[in-house]
Nanobody, 126 residues
Framework: QVPLVESGGGLVQAGGSLRLSCAAFGRTLSGYAMGWFRQAPGKEREFVAAVPPTDWIHNTIYAASVKGRFTMSRDNAKNMVYLQMSSLKSEDTAVYYC?????????????????WGQGTQVTVSS
């Protein structure tokens, strides 16, 4: 098991910024690919961003809808993963989930991820 806990969600005006954090307690994240997903009411959970276990700076992938506005990063020494969100839009409103995958590569597929956090709510007001 990899217990993941997200934080940093909240209410923000359109055009604003938020930084989400994901912490792992009792386990190191260094060997896992990590992803952020989100789920809006009545919609399927969708991919946001993902980083591989290593060499992540040049191999981070993003959904087209957030590319250029969101930045995902990781700090393996602190067992933390982050999602910096800027230029937020009302359509970014969702519960955001952190996930960990044991596979070596980075993936946008939900099925590739073995462990999930409970989520943190992000609400963007227009």
């Amino acid at each position: 098991q990899v217990p993941l806990v997200e934080s940093g969600g909240g209410l923000v005006q359109a055009g604003g910024s938020l930084r989400l954090s994901c912490a792992a307690f009792g386990r190191t994240l260094s060997g896992y690919a990590m992803g952020w997903f989100r789920q809006a009411p009545g919609k399927e959970r969708e991919f946001v961003a993902a980083v591989p276990p290593t060499d992540w700076i040049h191999n981070t992938i993003y959904a087209a809808s957030v590319k250029g506005r969101f930045t995902m990063s990781r700090d393996n020494a602190k067992n933390m993963v982050y999602l910096q969100m800027s230029s937020l839009k009302s359509e970014d409103t969702a519960v955001y989930y952190c996930a960990a995958a044991t596979q070596a590569g980075v993936s946008a597929s939900k099925s590739a991820y073995n462990y999930w956090g409970q989520g943190t709510q992000v609400t963007v007001s227009s």
